[in-house]
């Protein structure tokens, strides 16, 4: 399974102390060079940087090819660029995203994805996390995630 992750997703299980699951639910994980520079800046938490800086064996650095999403949007950012442009070269099973302006174009281009939600829900399913208390733990981030859409989750976890 090819799994490519945009730096939000990651920053945010980073922060919670959650990012072993993404191996335990996809094995490797690929990031573009410049998802791999948004972990490693001045402005991202010390963390993080840390982290990324120290990155494990399941997480694998590649660089986007030379003028890979060029034909995306200008607004977004390196990072989600060359998540999308990497994610179609490598034909990825999956793209890991949080970002709206990514995510529709991710739908457009007819990729799979989900998010640091999807991604605590599929934890979840699997009895790896306890979802209400990792969303507590998720909220005390920078991380929104609306109401509405918070009770959703937790209604799906009841089922």
């Known amino acids: ?30 990031v573009p060079g410049a998802v791999h520079k948004e972990l490693l800046a001045a402005g991202t938490p010390p963390k993080v940087r840390s982290w990324a800086a120290n990155r494990p064996k399941w997480l694998e650095v590649l660089e986007a090819p030379p003028g890979a999403g060029s034909e995306l949007p200008g607004a ?30 991710a739908r457009r281009l007819h990729l799979s994805f989900t998010g640091t939600l999807g991604v605590l829900a599929a934890a979840a399913d699997r009895g790896l996390i306890d979802l209400r208390v990792t969303l507590g733990r998720l909220e005390r981030t920078s991380f929104y995630v609306s109401p509405s859409v918070l009770a959703r989750l937790m209604e799906h976890t009841r089922r």
């Open 1 to 30: 399974m090819i799994v490519i992750a945009d730096t939000t997703p990651l920053n945010c299980l980073v922060l919670i102390g959650e990012a072993a699951l993404l191996p335990e639910l996809y094995g490797r994980i690929v």
């Open 76 to 105: 977004l950012d390196p990072g989600e660029r060359e998540a999308l442009a990497l994610a179609q070269t490598l034909r990825a099973d999956l793209l890991l995203i949080d970002d709206q302006a990514g995510r529709r174009e």
